[in-house]
């Protein structure tokens, strides 16, 4: 049974510059979740897909986008990088009703900012 | 807005010995879960314990077991036995229904447990 993946799984873009981020959830999962762990810190909800539209979003500006397939996997995007943007992004899958809330977790892209 | 508070940034632990971790969590909610998640240096967050805010019985697993006190908004992890493998981040999280099946989790900052051999 496939878990959570994320591609890639570090890169490093220059201030300005545009990224997107990958995931593909769980198997029979249909909802995904994004979060930016910085350094030392707990993650932070960034946005939720469900049925390919994004259903809650957490305090990120608008340079935070997504997208969900209809194979139900994931990109992050972020445009107009931000030095404060490195960070850990963390995909997490779930399934949508009947959930107790439990996440399952990707092992993160680790996006550094020069 | 609910938060969460890992109080000990940093706990070590003797190899087979006990050791408990504190949280403290806000919200005006009366359901809600409650997580205990471990992030190795593997990075990958891996879930431990869940406890449900209506059950009064604390959950356990294993060697881990909660001492949950709502009305104290309280959530600490106890891991009896330690083991090297136990060493990671230790992040405590709270979730609640936010509507059409959706949850997200708000977390702590973290514990970072040391197993000493």
């Known amino acids: 049974d496939a878990g959570v993946t994320q591609s890639p799984t570090h890169l490093i873009k220059t201030r300005g510059q545009q990224v997107t981020l990958r995931c593909s959830p769980k198997?029979?999962?249909?909802?995904v979740s994004w979060y930016q762990q910085a350094l030392g810190q707990g993650p932070q909800f960034i946005f939720q897909?469900?049925?390919?539209?994004?259903?809650q979003r957490g305090n990120f500006p608008d340079r935070f986008s997504g997208h969900q397939f209809p194979n139900y996997s994931s990109e992050l995007n972020v445009n107009a990088l931000l030095l404060g943007d490195s960070a850990l992004y963390l995909c997490?899958?779930?399934?949508?009703?009947?959930?107790?809330?439990?996440?399952?977790f990707g092992e993160g892209s680790r996006l550094t900012v020069l | 807005a609910q938060t969460v508070t890992q109080s000990q940034p940093e706990m070590s632990v003797q190899e087979a010995e006990t050791v408990t971790l504190s949280c403290t969590y806000d919200?005006?909610?009366?359901?809600?879960?409650l997580f205990w998640y471990k992030q190795p240096p593997s990075r990958q967050m891996i879930l431990v314990i869940r406890?449900?805010?209506?059950?009064?019985q604390n959950a356990t697993e294993n060697r881990f077991s909660v001492n949950f006190q709502k009305a104290a908004k309280s959530f600490s992890l106890k891991i009896s036995d330690s083991q090297l493998g136990d060493a990671a981040m230790y992040f405590c999280?709270?979730?609640?229904?936010?509507?059409?099946?959706?949850?997200?989790?708000?977390f702590g900052k973290g514990t970072k447990l040391s197993v000493i051999p």
């Open positions: 997490a899958s779930s399934l949508p009703f009947g959930n107790t809330g439990e996440l399952f």
């Open positions: 919200t005006s909610e009366s359901d809600y879960y």
């Open positions: 999280a709270y979730t609640s229904y936010s509507g059409a099946g959706s949850y997200q989790l708000t």
């Open positions: 406890q449900e805010a209506y059950k009064q």
């Open positions: 897909y469900y049925e390919e539209e994004e259903r």
């Open positions: 198997s029979g999962h249909d909802t």
